[in-house]
C-alpha cells in the first residue's frame, strides 16, 4: 500500500520554463513533507521541505505547496536549469510514534533540456 | 569531506553467502538508517538506530542484521544472501532535526 506516490515517472521541460513535479499521500497522519533529489550513482539529497501548518515554503526558485484538503504537495522550480535534471522523491513523516521515519513515493526523473 | 559514506559501492556475490556494507558519519549525529531501494524503485527503510538501540525494524528478514559499533557506524550484515537481496542499499543519518536524513552514496548489491 503505497502510502505517498508520485504518479508521474518523468518529467521533460525546457530550460528556462517551470517544471512542477506532483506527489500525492493518503495518511492524514503526515505533518511534514520533504523533496530529496538525486544524481545517478549518488545518495538522495534533501532539497526543501515543509510543515503540515503551512501551505508554502519557497527556497531560491524551488518552492513547494502543500494542499491539505487534496492531500497533495507538488515542487515548483522556477526557472530549471539543466543541472537540475535528475530523479526527485517525496517523502513524508509523522513524527509521532514513527521516529521521524521518511516515506518515501517512487520519484519522478526531470529532464531539463537545453 | 564526506558526510556520509558506504563501503563497499558495489557487492557482486552468489547466493547462500553473508556478506557485509559498512557506513560512517561524520556529522555527529545521533540516529542512523539503512535504506533498500528495489528494482521498482522504491526507498523502504530497514532499520534505525540511535544511540546504539534499534527503534525501528520493519519486517525485514532476520537474515538482515545491522550492528553499531559506535555512533559513528551502523554496519548491515546478511546472512545466507538470496537473488531477492539484489538492490541499492543506502545509509542516513539524522541529527537535530526530527525529518532531515542525510544519505551516503549507496551500495549497489548483486546476488548471483
Known amino acids: 500500500d503505497q502510502q505517498v506516490k508520485q504518479n508521474s515517472p518523468s518529467l521533460s521541460v525546457q530550460e528556462g520554463r517551470i517544471s512542477i513535479l506532483n506527489c500525492d499521500y493518503t495518511?492524514?497522519?503526515?505533518?511534514?513533507f520533504l523533496w530529496y533529489k538525486k544524481y545517478p550513482a549518488e545518495g538522495p539529497t534533501f532539497l526543501i521541505s515543509i510543515s503540515s501548518i503551512k501551505d508554502k515554503n519557497e527556497d531560491g526558485r524551488f518552492t513547494v505547496f502543500l494542499n491539505k484538503s487534496a492531500k497533495h504537495l507538488s515542487l515548483h522550480i522556477v526557472p530549471s536549469q539543466p543541472g537540475d535534471s535528475a530523479v526527485y522523491f517525496c517523502?513524508?513523516?509523522?513524527?509521532?510514534?514513527?521516529?521521524?521515519?521518511?516515506?518515501f513515493g517512487k520519484g519522478t526523473k526531470l529532464s531539463v533540456k537545453p | 569531506d564526506t558526510a556520509v559514506s558506504q563501503t563497499p559501492k558495489y557487492l557482486v556475490t552468489q547466493m547462500g553467502n553473508d556478506k557485509s556494507i559498512k557506513c560512517e558519519q561524520n556529522?555527529?549525529?545521533?540516529?542512523m538508517y539503512w535504506y533498500k531501494q528495489d528494482s521498482k524503485k522504491f526507498l523502504k527503510i530497514m532499520f534505525s538506530y540511535n544511540n546504539k538501540e534499534l527503534i525501528i525494524n520493519e519486517t525485514v528478514p532476520n537474515r538482515f542484521s545491522p550492528k553499531s559499533p559506535d555512533k559513528a557506524h551502523l554496519n548491515l550484515h546478511i546472512n545466507s544472501l538470496e537473488l531477492g537481496d539484489s538492490a541499492v542499499y543506502f545509509c542516513?543519518?539524522?541529527?537535530?532535526?526530527?525529518?532531515?536524513?542525510?544519505f551516503g552514496p549507496g551500495t549497489r548489491l548483486t546476488v548471483t
Open positions: 556529522l555527529g549525529h545521533d540516529t
Open positions: 495518511n492524514s497522519m503526515f505533518d511534514y
Open positions: 542516513a543519518s539524522r541529527g537535530s532535526s526530527p525529518y532531515e536524513q542525510y
Open positions: 517523502a513524508a513523516s509523522a513524527l509521532r510514534g514513527s521516529q521521524g521515519n521518511l516515506i
